[in-house]
Protein backbone atom coordinates (compact mmCIF):
# COMPACT_ATOMS: atom_id res chain seq x y z
CA UNK A 1 0.00 0.00 0.00
CA UNK A 2 1.51 3.51 -1.23
CA UNK A 3 0.77 6.43 1.76
CA UNK A 4 -0.51 9.83 0.58
CA UNK A 5 3.18 11.45 0.96
CA UNK A 6 4.37 9.09 -1.46
CA UNK A 7 1.69 9.72 -3.57
CA UNK A 8 2.30 13.83 -3.44
CA UNK A 9 5.93 13.53 -3.99
CA UNK A 10 4.92 11.67 -7.34
CA UNK A 11 2.28 14.25 -8.15
CA UNK A 12 4.31 17.12 -7.45
CA UNK A 13 7.31 15.66 -9.40
CA UNK A 14 4.97 15.13 -12.35
CA UNK A 15 3.61 18.45 -12.26
CA UNK A 16 7.39 20.33 -12.37
CA UNK A 17 7.90 17.07 -15.13
CA UNK A 18 4.98 17.99 -17.11
CA UNK A 19 5.46 22.36 -16.85
CA UNK A 20 9.46 21.64 -17.67
CA UNK A 21 7.95 19.98 -20.97
CA UNK A 22 6.68 23.22 -22.73
CA UNK A 23 10.01 24.99 -21.15
CA UNK A 24 12.26 22.69 -23.32
CA UNK A 25 10.41 21.75 -26.50
CA UNK A 26 10.54 25.99 -26.99
CA UNK A 27 14.24 25.50 -25.89
CA UNK A 28 14.23 23.51 -28.88
CA UNK A 29 13.39 25.78 -31.44
CA UNK A 30 16.18 27.53 -33.73
CA UNK A 31 14.84 30.74 -35.17
CA UNK A 32 11.46 30.02 -34.39
CA UNK A 33 11.40 26.61 -36.22
CA UNK A 34 11.95 22.98 -35.06
CA UNK A 35 15.42 21.72 -37.37
CA UNK A 36 14.53 18.50 -36.50
CA UNK A 37 11.56 15.70 -37.16
CA UNK A 38 9.30 16.25 -33.93
CA UNK A 39 7.43 13.26 -34.93
CA UNK A 40 10.27 11.13 -33.43
CA UNK A 41 10.23 12.28 -30.20
CA UNK A 42 7.07 10.23 -29.29
CA UNK A 43 8.95 7.09 -30.53
CA UNK A 44 11.71 7.85 -28.73
CA UNK A 45 10.01 8.45 -25.45
CA UNK A 46 8.29 4.90 -26.17
CA UNK A 47 11.63 3.37 -26.85
CA UNK A 48 12.91 4.74 -23.78
CA UNK A 49 10.53 3.81 -21.62
CA UNK A 50 10.73 0.43 -22.71
CA UNK A 51 13.87 0.51 -22.55
CA UNK A 52 13.88 1.63 -18.55
CA UNK A 53 10.99 -1.06 -17.80
CA UNK A 54 12.68 -3.58 -19.26
CA UNK A 55 15.66 -3.38 -16.96
CA UNK A 56 13.62 -2.40 -13.93
CA UNK A 57 11.75 -5.72 -14.66
CA UNK A 58 14.80 -7.86 -14.69
CA UNK A 59 15.86 -6.44 -11.72
CA UNK A 60 12.79 -6.64 -9.72
CA UNK A 61 12.14 -11.08 -11.34
CA UNK A 62 15.74 -11.58 -10.16
CA UNK A 63 14.93 -9.80 -6.69
CA UNK A 64 12.51 -11.89 -6.27
CA UNK A 65 10.89 -14.19 -9.15
CA UNK A 66 7.91 -15.61 -7.03
CA UNK A 67 6.67 -11.95 -5.58
CA UNK A 68 7.12 -10.34 -9.38
CA UNK A 69 3.83 -11.50 -10.74
CA UNK A 70 3.10 -11.69 -14.73
CA UNK A 71 0.34 -12.69 -16.58
CA UNK A 72 1.06 -14.26 -20.22
CA UNK A 73 -2.29 -14.62 -21.19
CA UNK A 74 -3.79 -13.54 -24.92
CA UNK A 75 -6.81 -12.12 -23.37
CA UNK A 76 -4.40 -9.62 -20.90
CA UNK A 77 -2.17 -9.15 -23.70
CA UNK A 78 -4.58 -7.77 -26.29
CA UNK A 79 -5.97 -4.94 -23.86
CA UNK A 80 -2.94 -3.14 -24.17
CA UNK A 81 -2.79 -1.82 -27.73
CA UNK A 82 -6.16 0.30 -27.08
CA UNK A 83 -4.53 3.50 -25.20
CA UNK A 84 -2.04 3.37 -27.90
CA UNK A 85 -5.01 3.43 -30.76
CA UNK A 86 -7.31 5.84 -28.54
CA UNK A 87 -4.02 8.73 -28.47
CA UNK A 88 -3.57 7.69 -32.45
CA UNK A 89 -7.15 8.71 -32.83
CA UNK A 90 -6.86 11.38 -30.39
CA UNK A 91 -4.09 12.84 -31.98
CA UNK A 92 -6.01 13.06 -35.61
CA UNK A 93 -8.86 14.85 -33.72
CA UNK A 94 -6.60 17.30 -32.36
CA UNK A 95 -5.29 18.16 -35.46
CA UNK A 96 -9.19 18.27 -36.83
CA UNK A 97 -9.80 20.84 -34.07
CA UNK A 98 -7.39 23.01 -34.93
CA UNK A 99 -8.66 23.90 -38.57
CA UNK A 100 -11.90 25.07 -37.19
CA UNK A 101 -10.37 27.19 -34.04
CA UNK A 102 -7.75 28.98 -32.93
CA UNK A 103 -4.94 28.16 -30.61
CA UNK A 104 -6.60 30.31 -27.41
CA UNK A 105 -9.89 28.65 -28.03
CA UNK A 106 -8.18 25.05 -28.44
CA UNK A 107 -6.47 25.17 -24.95
CA UNK A 108 -10.00 26.42 -23.59
CA UNK A 109 -11.89 23.88 -24.85
CA UNK A 110 -8.84 21.38 -23.89
CA UNK A 111 -10.08 22.44 -20.17
CA UNK A 112 -13.36 19.94 -20.73
CA UNK A 113 -11.28 16.85 -20.08
CA UNK A 114 -11.06 17.89 -15.92
CA UNK A 115 -14.76 17.20 -16.26
CA UNK A 116 -15.06 14.29 -18.72
CA UNK A 117 -12.60 12.43 -16.83
CA UNK A 118 -14.91 12.81 -13.53
CA UNK A 119 -17.60 11.70 -15.70
CA UNK A 120 -16.26 9.04 -17.04
CA UNK A 121 -14.11 8.34 -13.78
CA UNK A 122 -17.36 7.74 -12.39
CA UNK A 123 -19.40 5.48 -15.45
CA UNK A 124 -16.56 3.37 -16.20
CA UNK A 125 -14.50 2.63 -13.27
CA UNK A 126 -17.73 2.98 -11.07
CA UNK A 127 -15.77 5.42 -8.42
CA UNK A 128 -18.22 7.50 -6.58
CA UNK A 129 -17.43 11.15 -6.39
CA UNK A 130 -18.90 13.27 -3.67
CA UNK A 131 -20.77 16.79 -4.56
CA UNK A 132 -17.72 18.63 -3.23
CA UNK A 133 -15.72 16.46 -5.38
CA UNK A 134 -17.97 17.40 -8.50
CA UNK A 135 -18.20 21.04 -7.75
CA UNK A 136 -13.80 20.92 -6.91
CA UNK A 137 -13.20 19.74 -10.72
CA UNK A 138 -15.95 22.22 -11.80
CA UNK A 139 -13.53 24.96 -9.63
CA UNK A 140 -10.40 23.57 -11.17
CA UNK A 141 -11.71 24.12 -15.12
CA UNK A 142 -13.15 27.58 -14.24
CA UNK A 143 -9.41 28.19 -13.13
CA UNK A 144 -6.69 26.59 -15.95
CA UNK A 145 -10.00 28.17 -18.63
CA UNK A 146 -9.92 31.43 -16.76
CA UNK A 147 -5.86 31.62 -16.72
CA UNK A 148 -5.64 31.32 -20.39
CA UNK A 149 -8.48 33.93 -21.64
CA UNK A 150 -6.82 37.27 -23.10
CA UNK A 151 -9.97 38.91 -24.26
CA UNK A 152 -13.57 38.26 -25.62
CA UNK A 153 -13.58 39.29 -29.06
CA UNK A 154 -13.02 36.37 -31.25
CA UNK A 155 -12.31 33.51 -28.16
CA UNK A 156 -15.82 31.80 -28.85
CA UNK A 157 -16.44 32.71 -32.88
CA UNK A 158 -15.57 29.57 -34.64
CA UNK A 159 -17.91 27.02 -36.52
CA UNK A 160 -19.78 24.13 -34.79
CA UNK A 161 -17.42 21.50 -36.23
CA UNK A 162 -14.74 23.14 -34.00
CA UNK A 163 -16.61 22.67 -30.68
CA UNK A 164 -17.59 19.56 -31.08
CA UNK A 165 -14.22 18.28 -31.92
CA UNK A 166 -12.54 19.90 -29.15
CA UNK A 167 -15.48 17.95 -27.14
CA UNK A 168 -14.46 14.71 -28.88
CA UNK A 169 -11.08 15.47 -27.94
CA UNK A 170 -11.20 15.97 -24.60
CA UNK A 171 -13.79 13.11 -24.08
CA UNK A 172 -10.99 10.96 -26.15
CA UNK A 173 -8.06 12.31 -23.55
CA UNK A 174 -10.26 11.45 -20.64
CA UNK A 175 -11.55 8.04 -21.86
CA UNK A 176 -7.57 6.78 -22.37
CA UNK A 177 -6.72 8.16 -19.16
CA UNK A 178 -9.49 6.30 -17.54
CA UNK A 179 -9.21 3.24 -19.67
CA UNK A 180 -4.96 3.20 -18.78
CA UNK A 181 -6.12 3.26 -14.57
CA UNK A 182 -8.45 -0.09 -15.51
CA UNK A 183 -5.37 -1.52 -17.52
CA UNK A 184 -3.44 -1.34 -14.73
CA UNK A 185 -5.49 -1.77 -11.55
CA UNK A 186 -7.30 -4.93 -13.74
CA UNK A 187 -4.91 -6.88 -11.56
CA UNK A 188 -1.98 -7.74 -9.61
CA UNK A 189 0.95 -7.60 -12.30
CA UNK A 190 4.10 -6.26 -11.75
CA UNK A 191 4.22 -2.47 -12.39
CA UNK A 192 7.12 -2.51 -15.11
CA UNK A 193 5.61 -5.76 -16.29
CA UNK A 194 2.47 -3.87 -17.80
CA UNK A 195 4.60 -0.68 -18.56
CA UNK A 196 6.47 -3.37 -21.31
CA UNK A 197 3.51 -4.25 -22.43
CA UNK A 198 1.95 -0.83 -23.20
CA UNK A 199 5.29 0.90 -24.08
CA UNK A 200 5.84 -2.17 -26.73
CA UNK A 201 2.59 -1.44 -28.31
CA UNK A 202 3.83 2.42 -28.41
CA UNK A 203 6.73 1.95 -30.10
CA UNK A 204 4.49 0.35 -32.60
CA UNK A 205 1.88 2.78 -33.11
CA UNK A 206 4.55 5.34 -33.67
CA UNK A 207 6.75 3.52 -36.04
CA UNK A 208 3.76 2.72 -38.03
CA UNK A 209 1.88 6.24 -37.87
CA UNK A 210 5.91 7.78 -39.16
CA UNK A 211 6.44 5.21 -41.86
CA UNK A 212 2.79 6.04 -43.61
CA UNK A 213 3.52 9.63 -43.09
CA UNK A 214 6.58 9.25 -45.00
CA UNK A 215 4.65 7.35 -47.55
CA UNK A 216 2.40 9.65 -47.90
CA UNK A 217 4.79 12.62 -48.40
CA UNK A 218 6.27 9.95 -51.13
CA UNK A 219 9.52 9.90 -48.59
CA UNK A 220 10.21 13.58 -49.99
CA UNK A 221 12.56 14.13 -46.85
CA UNK A 222 13.71 10.61 -46.79
CA UNK A 223 13.01 7.34 -44.89
CA UNK A 224 13.09 8.05 -41.05
CA UNK A 225 15.48 5.31 -39.63
CA UNK A 226 17.55 6.76 -41.45
CA UNK A 227 16.78 10.82 -40.97
CA UNK A 228 15.42 9.85 -37.70
CA UNK A 229 18.98 12.28 -35.67
CA UNK A 230 18.92 14.80 -37.85
CA UNK A 231 19.07 18.14 -36.17
CA UNK A 232 19.10 16.77 -32.71
CA UNK A 233 20.76 18.45 -30.04
CA UNK A 234 21.57 18.37 -26.23
CA UNK A 235 17.77 20.24 -25.54
CA UNK A 236 16.51 17.60 -27.82
CA UNK A 237 17.40 15.03 -25.86
CA UNK A 238 16.14 16.64 -22.83
CA UNK A 239 12.90 16.80 -24.69
CA UNK A 240 12.64 13.23 -25.26
CA UNK A 241 13.86 12.35 -21.96
CA UNK A 242 11.89 14.32 -19.95
CA UNK A 243 8.68 13.37 -21.78
CA UNK A 244 9.96 9.42 -21.16
CA UNK A 245 10.39 10.23 -17.63
CA UNK A 246 6.79 12.33 -17.48
CA UNK A 247 4.76 8.96 -19.12
CA UNK A 248 6.84 6.83 -16.43
CA UNK A 249 5.18 9.07 -13.62
CA UNK A 250 1.73 8.67 -15.05
CA UNK A 251 1.60 5.02 -15.32
CA UNK A 252 2.71 4.92 -11.57
CA UNK A 253 0.03 7.27 -10.60
CA UNK A 254 -2.48 5.15 -12.16
CA UNK A 255 -1.25 1.77 -10.61
CA UNK A 256 -1.37 3.08 -7.19
CA UNK A 257 -3.55 6.68 -7.35
CA UNK A 258 -6.06 7.34 -9.83
CA UNK A 259 -7.13 9.36 -13.18
CA UNK A 260 -8.11 12.88 -11.09
CA UNK A 261 -4.19 12.76 -9.28
CA UNK A 262 -3.27 13.21 -12.71
CA UNK A 263 -5.55 15.32 -14.04
CA UNK A 264 -5.04 18.09 -11.02
CA UNK A 265 -1.11 17.48 -11.82
CA UNK A 266 -1.15 18.26 -15.37
CA UNK A 267 -3.72 21.31 -14.69
CA UNK A 268 -1.48 22.84 -11.80
CA UNK A 269 1.68 22.50 -14.44
CA UNK A 270 -0.04 24.61 -17.11
CA UNK A 271 -0.18 27.04 -14.48
CA UNK A 272 3.16 26.61 -13.30
CA UNK A 273 4.66 26.76 -17.04
CA UNK A 274 2.82 30.05 -17.43
CA UNK A 275 4.22 31.57 -14.82
CA UNK A 276 7.35 30.79 -14.88
CA UNK A 277 7.16 31.88 -18.33
CA UNK A 278 6.06 34.86 -17.44
CA UNK A 279 9.21 35.11 -14.99
CA UNK A 280 11.73 33.92 -17.86
CA UNK A 281 11.10 36.72 -20.63
CA UNK A 282 10.25 39.19 -17.68
CA UNK A 283 6.86 39.22 -18.56
CA UNK A 284 3.81 40.84 -16.18
CA UNK A 285 1.99 37.75 -14.89
CA UNK A 286 -1.62 38.91 -15.58
CA UNK A 287 -4.44 38.60 -13.45
CA UNK A 288 -6.73 36.25 -14.69
CA UNK A 289 -3.39 33.81 -14.28
CA UNK A 290 -3.18 34.54 -10.86
CA UNK A 291 -6.54 34.23 -10.23
CA UNK A 292 -6.56 31.29 -12.15
CA UNK A 293 -3.97 29.97 -9.92
CA UNK A 294 -5.80 30.86 -6.44
CA UNK A 295 -8.68 28.99 -8.23
CA UNK A 296 -7.00 25.65 -8.61
CA UNK A 297 -5.10 25.37 -5.12
CA UNK A 298 -8.56 26.02 -3.73
CA UNK A 299 -10.17 23.57 -6.03
CA UNK A 300 -7.32 21.01 -4.88
CA UNK A 301 -8.19 21.86 -1.07
CA UNK A 302 -12.02 21.62 -1.81
CA UNK A 303 -11.72 17.81 -3.83
CA UNK A 304 -9.36 16.62 -0.82
CA UNK A 305 -11.23 18.29 1.98
CA UNK A 306 -13.03 15.86 4.54
CA UNK A 307 -16.47 16.83 4.05
CA UNK A 308 -16.77 16.01 8.19
CA UNK A 309 -14.70 19.31 8.58
CA UNK A 310 -17.26 22.00 7.21
CA UNK A 311 -19.60 20.90 9.93
CA UNK A 312 -19.70 23.51 12.45
CA UNK A 313 -19.69 21.14 15.44
CA UNK A 314 -16.81 19.58 14.33
CA UNK A 315 -15.12 22.94 13.83
CA UNK A 316 -16.33 23.99 17.02
CA UNK A 317 -15.13 21.07 19.00
CA UNK A 318 -11.61 21.06 17.32
CA UNK A 319 -11.17 24.85 18.83
CA UNK A 320 -12.41 23.77 22.19
CA UNK A 321 -9.59 20.51 22.40
CA UNK A 322 -6.73 23.54 21.65
Not at 172 to 187: I, R
Request: overall charge positive.
Amino acid sequence: MVNRITTLAVATTLTLATSSQGLFTTASKTDGKYLYNFSTVPLLAELLKLMVSSVLLYKQFHKDPHGTNVTLEWKTARLYPIPSLIYLVHNNVQFFTLKYVDPSTYQILGNLKIVTTGVLFRVFLKRKLSTLQWWALVLLMVGATMSQVSGCGKTFNSPMEGYLFGLLSAFLSAFAGVYTEFLMKKNDDCLYWQNVQLYSFGVLFNAIALTVDDVNHGFANGFWPHTMFNGYSLVVWCVVGNLAFTGLLVSWIMKFADTIVKVYSTSMAMLVTMLISAWLFNLQPTLQLMLGILTAIASLNLYYMNPLDLLPERSSQGASSK
